[in-house]
Nanobody, 123 residues
Framework: QVQLQESGPGLVKPSQTLSLTCTVS??????????WSWIRQPPGKGLEWLGY???????YYNPSLKSRTSISRDNAKNTLYLQMNSLKPDDTAVYYC???????????????WGQGTQVTVSS
């Protein structure tokens, strides 16, 4: 069973950079046909997709946030990373990592989620 766990600072000052880590267990992040996403949910709002990295390392971003967002991975550590620059109070949200897969992996078709980590942007 795939397990994901987000970690990082809970408080970031405006204009600074957010760096989050998603540790993945029981599944290689290079497994073919899997997608590894970063998603956030601001308080009182819906989910917002930030971007994903695929099994071969291809990276795709939400166009509205692309200029401030960077997704990367460390295959040796089986770990995903999210970086967002120039943070604003509106970036306050719970940040999640998520895995999705094809029909051969039905447990991942709806997405497997980490528990999320709260990030507050404030002085």
């Amino acid at each position: 069973q795939v397990q994901l766990q987000e970690s990082g600072p809970g408080l970031v000052k405006p204009s600074q950079t957010l760096s989050l880590t998603c540790t993945v267990s029981n599944e290689s992040i290079t497994t073919n046909y899997l997608y590894w996403s970063w998603i956030r949910q601001p308080p009182g709002k819906g989910l917002e997709w930030l971007g994903y990295i695929d099994s071969s390392g291809g990276i795709y971003y939400n166009p509205s946030l692309k200029s401030r967002t960077s997704i990367s991975r460390d295959n040796a550590k089986n770990t995903l990373y999210l970086q967002m620059n120039s943070l604003k109070p509106d970036d306050t949200a719970v940040y999640y990592c998520n895995a999705r897969g094809p029909f051969q992996r039905p447990e991942l078709q709806g997405g497997s989620w980490g528990q999320g980590t709260q990030v507050t942007v404030s002085s």
